[in-house]
C-alpha cells in the first residue's frame, strides 16, 4: 500500500507564497504524480501533475503561478505556490497514479487558507 502525506498549508494573505511538500512512503519514479484541491462545495480538481520523466502541465487557473518538483530520490512531491489569490483557498491534496493497479493514491489534504 502507498501512504501519502501533505504538508506546508497555512494561512497566507493575498500576493503571498506557500511550498507544499508531499512525502510518499515508498519510491514512486515511475508513477506520474499531482496536486488537486477541494474548495468547499466544490469538486476536487486538478491543480497540477508532473510525469516520471518530469513533465508537468497545470490547469489554467494557477499557470505563470504555481510550480510543481519532484524528489524521486527522496520520494516527495512539492508545489510551489506565488501570487496566490483568495480562490485559491482549499483543501490540497497529493495524488499518485498507478497505472499496474489501475488506481490513484490519495492524502489527507492539507488546508490553504488565502485572506487578509
Known amino acids: 500500500q502507498v501512504r501519502l502525506v501533505e504538508s506546508g498549508g497555512g494561512l497566507v494573505q493575498p500576493g503571498g507564497s506557500l511550498r507544499l511538500s508531499c512525502a510518499a512512503s515508498?519510491?514512486?519514479?515511475?508513477?506520474?504524480m499531482g496536486w488537486y484541491r477541494q474548495a468547499p462545495g466544490k469538486q476536487r480538481e486538478l491543480v497540477a501533475t508532473?510525469?516520471?520523466?518530469?513533465?508537468?502541465n497545470y490547469a489554467d487557473s494557477v499557470k505563470g503561478r504555481f510550480t510543481i518538483s519532484r524528489d524521486n530520490a527522496q520520494s516527495t512531491v512539492h508545489l510551489q505556490m506565488t501570487s496566490l489569490k483568495p480562490e485559491d483557498t482549499a483543501v490540497y491534496y497529493c495524488?499518485?497514479?498507478?497505472?499496474?493497479?489501475?488506481?490513484?493514491?490519495w492524502g489527507k489534504g492539507t488546508l490553504v487558507t488565502v485572506s487578509s
Open positions: 495524488n499518485l497514479h498507478s497505472p499496474s493497479l489501475g488506481m490513484d493514491y
Open positions: 515508498t519510491i514512486f519514479r515511475f508513477n506520474a
Open positions: 508532473i510525469t516520471s520523466g518530469g513533465t508537468s
